[in-house]
């Protein structure tokens, strides 16, 4: 019979070791950390990457970070992040290191994202992201410029004025048309409403002289270009920077492809009509999860977090704890016969220290802009 308990006990041991070897274990190194930097990055450039509309977002914070290990598979990052809208368009071809970030007082974007990537031999790659994305103003600017709807009136009459204005007058011998609308805002000035405009255009099958309906060309090979205009309907000022036809790489396959057909795309022409939206910025993409892997935290609304552990939101703290002894001190009107504590000794004993030592926090990261 002891010989069965025995027995049974050791296997309980034995099966105890072999699932504890395979639970998952959680690691949270510092946001600032060249680890957590290298995937924020990979994060920011896939982002980019599927943003088809509007303009690039530059990293601003590694909020938090942990990564989940299992034994026999990739490890998974799970990040969160905090992104600025840039002033570069999507299809812009400047490195979004060299792209400021949109200020507060001209309304910036700001997007909290929520990112899981896998690390592989083949490296990091994105499984799922998703993203909310709000503006950020300054608390009191009287004066500066409001963002308005895309399809406010007054402003869409600058956009079409300013850009009839830039066919005529340009030298690529080319007519242009309005691809999408990147944001409009107003100013009340001394003679009355002043309006800011930046849109992209895309180049058709018309020379600056046709009259004729034009059509846009195809994006693969269409010349690409953003301009700003700014003034009234009937005075402007508009100035484009045009794109040369430029080719990115492909974030999941690390291959180089040509740029793809928006998906948001503002045209003129027959069937080309621009769709107008009441929006006042473009939003990133809510929700990509096409595995549906259900790794994505519980920060925002779409989906609950399957990660049980999750980092101290505060800074550690570390107390030093004196051991009692291991005998009760003696007290010598009681017990003369008791040796006394040697005063030397004493003397050695490390100081009781009373307050807490706080660990400087390794998340939130440093911000990059603001």
């Known amino acids: 019979m002891q010989l069965w308990v025995t027995v049974a006990v050791l296997g309980l041991l034995v099966m105890g070791s072999w699932a504890q070897g395979m639970m998952p274990t959680f690691s949270f190194p510092p946001c600032d950390s060249p680890e957590a930097e290298a995937a924020a990055l990979v994060a920011q450039d896939f982002l980019n990457a599927q943003h088809t509309h509007g303009y690039k977002y530059a990293l601003n914070r590694i909020e938090k970070i942990k990564i989940l290990s299992k034994p026999g598979r990739a490890d ?47 490296g990091l790659s994105v499984v799922a992201f998703k993203c909310k994305t709000e503006t950020e103003s300054e608390e009191e600017c009287l004066g500066c410029p409001s963002l308005v709807p895309f399809n406010d009136t007054d402003g869409f009459q600058l956009i079409e004025n300013s850009l009839d204005s830039f066919n005529k007058n340009n030298t690529l011998n080319t007519k242009f048309a309005l691809l999408e609308i990147g944001r409009m805002a107003s100013q009340i000035v001394s003679g009355g409403h002043k309006y800011f405009a930046e849109y992209a255009i895309i180049g058709t099958n018309c020379t600056s002289y046709d009259e004729d309906i034009c059509i846009p060309q195809n994006h693969t090979v269409a010349i690409h270009g953003l301009c700003l205009a700014e003034g009234s309907a009937n005075l402007n000022d508009v100035d484009c920077k045009i794109f040369s036809p ?57 989906s609950a977090e399957v990660v049980a552990v999750v980092p101290p939101k505060e800074a550690p703290v570390v107390k030093r704890e004196v051991s009692a002894p291991e005998a009760p001190a003696v007290d010598a009107t009681v017990k003369p016969e008791a040796p006394a504590v040697d005063a030397t000794v004493m003397s050695k004993k490390p100081p009781i220290i009373l307050k807490p030592i706080l660990l400087a926090p390794i998340c939130p990261g440093k911000k990059k802009h603001f």
Do not use: W
Not at 80 to 96: A, F, I, K, N, R
């Open 76 to 122: 998974t990052y799970l990040l969160e992040l905090d992104l600025l809208e840039t002033t570069c368009h999507v299809l812009d071809p400047t490195p979004v290191s060299q792209c400021p970030v949109r200020q507060k007082r001209t309304m910036a974007v700001e997007a909290d994202c929520d990112f899981a990537l896998t690390n592989t031999t083949q």
């Open 246 to 302: 430029t080719q990115t790489v492909d974030p999941a396959s690390n291959a180089t492809v040509r740029v793809q057909q928006l998906l948001h795309a503002h045209t003129f022409g027959p069937h080309y009509h621009p769709t107008i939206h009441d929006l006042r910025h473009h939003k990133l993409t809510a929700l990509h999860d096409p595995a549906a892997s259900g790794l994505l935290s519980a920060e925002s609304d779409e």
